[in-house]
Every structure is written in C-alpha cells, then in structure tokens.
C-alpha cells in the first residue's frame, strides 16, 4: 500500500519558498533591529546637545545651518560661525562622531555636498587654523597667514550659478580675526606668492568702493603690530 506524504514532504518549490520567506523575515529583523539601535543613539547624543558649547551641540547647529530653515541653499554664514566657535581640531573630530550618531551621515560628505567648492575650501581653512587640542597653542603664524589668504582667495572667487560673485561676509569673517595690520601686510605677501596677484587690487576689484572703504576701517583700526 503507497504511503500518503502529502503532508509530510515538501517539494522542491515549496522549500525554496519558505527558505525565501524565512530569510525575508530574518532580514527584516535586523533591519528593524538595526533602526531602532541607530534611533536610540540618536536620541542619547541629541540630548547632550541642549548644553552648549558640546560636540552634539555644535553638530546640531551644522546641520541646522545645511537645512536652513527649510530655504534653499545652506546657511553658510551660520556655518561659519560655528566652526569658527569650534575651539580645536581634538573638538572637532568629536563633532563629526557626534553628528554620524545624531544624523547617521558623514558630516565632511555632507558638508562638500551643500557648498560650493569655494565655499568648502574656506571652511576647511577655518578648521585648519585651529590648534591640534583645545587650550593648546594656535595654529603658527605661517598656517594663519596661509589660512587667511587661501579664505579670501575662496571668497572672492565664489560664484552664484554662472555669474561671478563675492562672499562678502567671508571677507569680513578675515578680516575680524587678522589681529594687526602687520599679519593683514602679511597676509597679502603670501597671497601674491600663492596666486600671483596682488590681494589689495583684487580686494578692490571684488568691491564697491564704499565697500572697500568699510573694510579698511576694519584693518585700520587694529593696532599695527
């Protein structure tokens, strides 16, 4: 008499297809998994960012800068002035671990996608001019100099689509930090060797006249060092 295996023995079809199904359920497991941990470290590190001057705090206002609000484009004055509050490389280097945990994105990518070049290359100078631990010295002064000519370099080189432009409040960000006239002379000696051209004509080339007069008065009143 033949044995009834209707219900005992799978085909081969059948096997494949429970085999898929598990696999899909054990996927989907750790797909879930996986965002409900990535969602918890989020929610730890976005706590740490309600007091200030923290590594969350910082990478919470970076990526508020990249939102802006909802408006086109990327907030590049806020940018800046976060990085410049940044007080070292050491913190930094924190703010980008913070920023993965909070957002689950590298901040540097991120970053390189939401500014121009120009844009980019200025904020990686501001970094650069930092000293390497917080209450450690600041950058030499040759790093300063080159920082500070590289940055006016990207602002008056900046472009809105297809027309020239300048980045006006980059400037004046420079402009701010050059503590003497002297580092300002300085400066332009090395911009002239970077880029062979003169930074003062390109300075006034880039700017209306009233404009360039503003500016000077920032450099004038500094003590001449």
Known sequence: MKKDTTNNDLTVKEKILYSLIGLGIVGGGVFFGRKLVVKSVAN????????????????????????????????????????????SKQ?????????KKLYNS????????ELQTTEYNEMLQIIGQKPDKTGG???????A???WAKRLKAAFDKSYGFL?????????????EIPTQRAFTVTGVLYQKLFGSSMMTDLKGELEMWEYNDYMKIILSKPKG
């Open 44 to 87: 730890r590190e976005e706590k740490k960012s309600f007091e200030d001057g923290t590594p969350a705090t910082y990478a919470k206002q970076i990526k508020m800068a990249f939102d802006n609000d909802g408006w086109w484009g990327t907030d590049t004055e806020k940018l800046r002035s976060t990085l410049r509050d940044i007080p």
């Open 91 to 99: 913190i930094f280097l924190k703010v980008q671990e913070s920023y």
């Open 106 to 113: 590298n901040m540097i990518t991120d970053m390189s996608d």
């Open 137 to 143: 010295k600041p950058a030499t002064s040759g790093a």
């Open 145 to 147: 100099y080159l920082g």
């Open 164 to 176: 020239p432009g300048t980045d006006e409040d980059a400037i004046k960000a420079v402009f701010n």
